[in-house]
């Protein structure tokens, strides 16, 4: 059985959003970080970054949770890449700027809320983050003023790997209903069984 390093509190969350739209049957390894357990022998052998998540689908192993999710879709329910060359062009673009652009200011945020110990937190980190998110989502916010879902009417890869970035604005308390749009389409997303 296809194995999943990683639990829903980790950059694993979607890839178990998107086992659970394909319907596949997998076993959740439980990685506790916190007694890094990522950097055993035996998970570096996995993946040599000691990260979650990463996958084990009999002898072919997989890290990086975009790459994850792209593989488990072609595989498995190849409609959630579109249906053209540039319906995946697309998908790669808002995953892409997602991780990179977004996350990354996420990423931070979280970290500086829930990592780092209380004495050592560094506020310039946290207002960089803060100053840097509006002009982002702002740009999302804009480009779903006409449409449902990130490519238009069917919902995609796309809004997985969105939307599992977008959702983590809940953890670090990052308030987005000035973003109606945004508002609207993370609601529909998380009122899918796959999110919860
Ligand atoms: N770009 C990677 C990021 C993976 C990542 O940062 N994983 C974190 C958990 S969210 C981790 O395993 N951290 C453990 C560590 O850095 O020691 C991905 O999307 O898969």
């Excluded at 979280?110 to 946290?126: A, G, M, N, W, Y």
């Excluded at 840097?132 to 990130?150: E, G, Q, T, V």
Aim: charged letters at 25%; a negative charge.
């Amino acid at each position: 059985m296809v194995k999943l390093y990683g639990t829903k509190m980790s950059s694993a969350f979607r890839n178990h959003v998107l086992a659970k739209e394909i319907g596949l049957e997998y076993e959740e390894v439980p990685m506790d970080l916190a007694k890094d357990e990522q950097n055993s022998d035996e998970f570096l052998k996995l993946n040599p970054n000691g990260k979650v998540p990463c996958l084990v689908d009999g002898e072919f192993v997989l890290w990086e949770s975009m790459a994850i999710n792209n593989y488990l879709a072609a595989k498995h329910k190849p409609e959630l890449l579109g249906d053209s060359p540039e319906d995946k062009a697309l998908i790669d673009q808002w995953s892409y700027w997602g991780i990179l652009e977004v996350q990354t200011h996420l990423f931070k945020m979280f970290s500086q809320k829930f990592s780092v110990p209380e004495d050592e937190r560094d506020d310039t980190i946290l207002q960089e983050a803060k100053d840097a998110l509006p002009r982002l989502f702002k740009i999302l916010d804009n480009h779903l003023s006409d449409r449902k879902y990130i490519l238009g009417e069917a919902f995609t890869l796309a809004d997985i790997n969105m939307g599992t970035i977008v959702i983590v604005t809940q953890f670090v308390q990052y308030d987005i209903s000035g973003y109606a749009n945004i508002s609207k389409w993370l609601k529909l997303l998380t009122d899918r069984p796959s999110f919860g």
